[in-house]
Nanobody, 122 residues
Framework: QVQLVESGGGLVQAGGSLRLSCAAS????????MGWYRQAPGKQRELVATITSGGSTVYADSVKGRFTISRDNAKNTGYLQMNSLKPEDTAVYYC????????????????WGQGTQVTVSS
């Protein structure tokens, strides 16, 4: 089985920084794309940033220049460095990863973490 566990959320003042981590564990052959999504109260879940296994990144316009996504393939861990945080960044942040668990069959499944709360006070 595969698990994604996020950590690093919390309460921070506007202008502050947080670093989220997402550790994947279990029977993992390879991890393709990893991503971070967020969901604020009363809103739909939205993409924050993604990163491929080769390091190519995509960011939501709202976080460009403030957030940086990265990964450590040797540790099966992804990161989201969040700087210059704004109250509108307040949300539950979810980690997502496309993971291949079978060395013979090329089957890739999406996995999600349980979410970590990020609250930015004004």
């Amino acid at each position: 089985q595969v698990q994604l566990v996020e950590s690093g959320g919390g309460l921070v003042q506007a202008g502050g920084s947080l670093r989220l981590s997402c550790a994947a564990s279990g029977t993992i052959f390879s991890i393709n794309a990893m991503g971070w999504y967020r969901q604020a109260p009363g809103k739909q879940r939205e993409l924050v940033a993604t990163i491929t296994s080769g390091g190519s990144t995509v960011y939501a316009d709202s976080v460009k220049g403030r957030f940086t996504i990265s990964r450590d393939n040797a540790k099966n861990t992804g990161y989201l460095q969040m700087n210059s945080l704004k109250p509108e960044d307040t949300a539950v942040y979810y980690c997502n990863a496309a993971i291949r668990t079978n060395v013979v069959l090329y089957v890739v499944r999406d996995y999600w973490g349980q979410g970590t709360q990020v609250t930015v006070s004004s």
